[in-house]
Each structure stands twice: as structure tokens, then as C-alpha cells.
């Protein structure tokens, strides 16, 4: 995996408004661009736009899939006897004939590891899945699908950023300290961190959460202000410190969306930014204002 990813959410997915030239235009320059700059992580899942991230990443890594560590997520509604045939599912919309990261993206309301990951250990005997993972589970239930797998669950994929830091606790200890993977999803809190949104309030879905209010945003400014600083000899940006930052980390690699090529080039640039270990400390040491 590259330490900086591609995450896909939003090809397709009207909640973010861009559009469906945005879909079948600009998500594959975003796609194609990416792989040009070594960025081998693109993370979709199949429950992104019902199954339409899916066939544009697909669609994006024809030709390609030998540059590509591909991710996609299994939506856990349903009969743990689905796994295969949803697996099979999201193979076909992203035109492979193997996934090299499948993960579990929820805990399951329903069903214990022991009903689901078997059949997930399976998928990897026949060759379909190189490598399985999950998604939004605490240490506890990481460590619970583990077993039940009976093999490594590489990674655990899961909301960490400076303003998001609950990994740091327990995931990220044990996942260094055991081989494993956090990646990092919404690592600049859905652009929160880039400052882009500290005057100017959102128009998409971002608006309808409760940290894009004015009072939320105001809290940011001193947190906003070190990144700039921090920023300014990099010859960076806040959101680029902000996911040096993450990726300074052992073991973990981020995936950023991007609303554009440019804003893809960023986050791949990102990758770049050598934090000291000042920078570093000041960073986690940041308080919000009160």
C-alpha cells in the first residue's frame, strides 16, 4: 500500500454534489492520476453510491490493475451466507477477478466474526481475496474477527485525524506492535483541516454536521493557525501537514478523497512533508479553542 491513498466515497454519491460529470469525468482523471503518482491504495466499498464507486474505479483501473492495491468493504446487512456471492458482486463492478483488501465495514448487528469471517477465510483459499480487513471496529472486535479468521485481519479501517484521535489509544499500539494497518479514513475531518471552511460554511451534505457550524469552526482557528505556521516552511499546505502528520505514524496510511486532480496531487505531495519532531509535538499537543 502507498501511505498516502485514494478514498472513492465520493464518486457517484450525490450526497457530496458534484455531479455526474464529476463521475464520469473527472473521478477517472482522479483515478489515473493517482496511480501516475505511485498512489497504489484506492478504497471503495460496495455500498458507495449502491455499487456505482465501484464500476467508476473499475471502470478507471482498466488496463492498470497491476499498479493497483485495491479495497473495497462488505456491507454488513444480510445473511453471513451472502458473503461470497457479495464478493463476487463487487469483484464484477470493479472488473477483476481478485480484491486484494476486502473488508467488513461495520461490525455486524446481527451476526458474531464466527458466522461471518470463516466464510471471508474461504474467499482467500479460493484466491479471490489476497488480504481481508475491517472497518470501524474497536480493538475488542478487531481482535475478535482475528480469531475467528483464523489468520491475520491486516487492517482496521477507521476515522483518525488530529481532531478524531481515539486510534492512538489502543488500535494503533497494538497494530504496530503486531503488524497490522490503521487506515486512516476523513483524515482532514472532511476538509475541516484544510482551513477551507473556517469563513465559509459548506453547501453540501458537510453542512447538516454538527462540526461545520460557525461555533465549531470558530474552536478550530488555533489548531488551523499551527498548521499554517507549520506549514509555511514545508512550502505546504495546512491539509497536507495535517496528513504528514498521520502518516509519520508506524503503521498507518491515509486515504483522503479529492474533489479534483489538483486537490489529488496535494494529497499525494503530502507524502513529501517531513515533519520534525517538534512539528510533530506541537501538532499533538494542539488545543481547541474553548
Known amino acids: ?137 474497536s480493538l475488542v472486535q478487531w481482535q475478535a474477527a482475528e480469531k475467528a479468521l483464523g489468520g491475520p485481519v491486516l487492517s482496521n479501517q477507521v476515522q483518525f485525524s488530529l481532531l478524531k484521535r481515539a486510534p492512538e489509544r489502543d488500535l494503533l499500539p497494538w497494530a504496530t506492535g503486531n503488524g497490522r494497518i490503521v487506515i486512516a479514513y476523513s483524515p482532514l475531518a472532511q476538509g475541516l483541516l484544510s482551513g477551507k471552511y473556517q469563513n465559509t460554511a459548506p453547501r453540501n451534505f458537510r453542512r447538516l454536521n454538527p462540526a461545520f457550524t460557525a461555533a465549531s469552526r470558530a474552536r478550530l482557528q488555533p489548531l488551523i493557525a499551527a498548521l499554517g505556521e507549520i506549514a509555511a516552511p514545508h512550502g505546504a499546505t495546512p491539509a497536507q501537514v495535517a496528513l504528514a502528520w498521520l502518516i509519520r505514524k508506524p503503521n498507518v496510511v491515509v486515504i483522503p478523497g479529492a474533489s479534483s486532480v489538483r486537490q489529488m496531487e496535494e494529497n499525494a505531495a503530502a507524502a513529501d512533508v517531513d515533519l520534525s519532531d517538534d512539528e510533530d509535538a506541537r501538532l499533538s499537543s494542539s488545543r481547541l479553542a474553548p
Open 1 to 137: 500500500m502507498s501511505a498516502v491513498g485514494l478514498g472513492t466515497w465520493q464518486f457517484g454519491s450525490r450526497e457530496w454534489g458534484y455531479g455526474s460529470a464529476y463521475a464520469r469525468g473527472e473521478a477517472v482523471k482522479i483515478v489515473h492520476r493517482a496511480l501516475d503518482l505511485g498512489v497504489s491504495l484506492i478504497d471503495t466499498a460496495e455500498i458507495y453510491a449502491f455499487g456505482e464507486s465501484e464500476r467508476i474505479v473499475g471502470e478507471a483501473i482498466e488496463g492498470r490493475r497491476d499498479s493497483v492495491f485495491l479495497a473495497t468493504k462488505l456491507f454488513p446487512i444480510g445473511l453471513p451466507v451472502q458473503v461470497a456471492s457479495k464478493a463476487r458482486a463487487s469483484a464484477r463492478r470493479l472488473g477483476v477477478d481478485r480484491i486484494d483488501l476486502y473488508q467488513q465495514h461495520w461490525p455486524s448487528p446481527m451476526f458474531p466474526p464466527g458466522a461471518t469471517m470463516p466464510r471471508m477465510r474461504k474467499l482467500v483459499e479460493k484466491g479471490l481475496v489476497s488480504h481481508v480487513g475491517v472497518s470501524n471496529h
